[in-house]
């Protein structure tokens, strides 16, 4: 099995807003374009607050194009929302018009990559225990792709929080 070189990235909370935020992403760029992996990972919280705002994803989206290799990313709390629990604040959990606008913007919110003989499924931690469509399905599709991983290949779990 040939090595993979992974670079996981997260928690950049980007946005046109923050510039400190973007002085630390412009040195990852420079860091992926020295390194030259065979695939970006960020693992979730892309933007600073795409949960309640299209304009931050979208930046946040400009900038993993700006990578210089092939990437991928989950959303974090920052980006669609929270899991929801008794007594969360209203308006912080996870909604199915947020969990589109990443799909919208960003692209796939869990997804499967081989990359140097390792199995790397990705999924969407915030919807676990939300009670969307979304949940069902991503555990429809988690339960076919170990299914059809099963001892074959080694396997990588991507996700934003355990």
Do not use: F
Request: aromatic share 6%; hydrophobic share 45%.
């Amino acid at each position: 099995m040939a090595a993979a070189r992974v670079i996981l990235v997260s928690d950049t909370h980007l946005s046109a807003s923050a510039p400190r935020a973007q002085a630390n992403w412009d040195a990852v760029v420079s860091y992926v374009g020295a390194c030259a992996p065979d695939l970006v990972i960020h693992l979730g919280d892309l933007s600073l607050d795409g949960a309640r705002s299209a304009v931050d994803l979208h930046h946040g989206r400009t900038q993993l194009d700006r990578l210089p290799a092939p990437w991928r990313a989950v959303p974090g709390n920052h980006d669609i929302g929270d899991n929801p629990w008794p007594g969360a604040p209203a308006g912080i959990a996870v909604d199915a018009a947020r969990h589109q606008r990443w799909l919208d913007i960003v692209g796939a919110d869990h997804w499967s990559v081989t990359v140097s003989g390792w199995i790397v499924l990705a999924i969407n931690a915030q919807l676990l225990g939300s009670g969307l469509e979304a949940e069902a399905a991503q555990w429809s599709w988690l339960q076919e792709q170990i299914g059809g991983h099963r001892g074959r290949q080694p396997v990588a779990l991507i996700t934003h929080k355990p």
